[in-house]
């Protein structure tokens, strides 16, 4: 069974910066294509950032030169370190993972940005 664990979800202050991690489990982790989406109240999920098995990465422009993905293929992890946040990044952060035409995906995990 695959799954996807993310951890690293909390309260932040606007400007302040926050790491989530997605643990995968049941997989080869370094034949997936994985990212991160996003999704607020009333708003569509969104594609936050994504890496694929070869490490090319790419970004929601909302988010260019704040959010970095990266991914650590011995410990079957991928990160997303958020900097510079913003009130408009607060949603539940979701980890996605794609091989073929399988998908998998996370419980989410809550990102609140707010004084």
């Known amino acids: 069974q695959v799954r996807l664990v993310e951890s690293g979800g909390g309260l932040v202050q606007p400007g302040g910066s926050l790491r989530l991690s997605c643990a995968a489990s049941?997989?080869?982790?370094?034949?997936?294509?994985m990212g991160w989406y996003r999704q607020a109240p009333g708003k569509e999920r969104e594609l936050v950032a994504a890496?694929?098995?070869?490490?090319?990465?790419n970004y929601a422009d909302s988010v260019k030169g704040r959010f970095t993905i990266s991914r650590d293929n011995a410990k079957n992890t991928v990160y997303l370190q958020m900097n510079s946040l913003k009130p408009e990044d607060t949603a539940v952060y979701y980890c996605?993972?794609?091989?073929?035409?399988?998908?998998?995906w996370g419980q989410g995990t809550q990102v609140t940005v707010s004084s």
């Open positions: 996605h993972a794609n091989w073929w035409s399988s998908a998998y």
């Open positions: 049941g997989i080869i982790f370094s034949i997936l294509g």
């Open positions: 890496i694929t098995s070869g490490g090319g990465t």
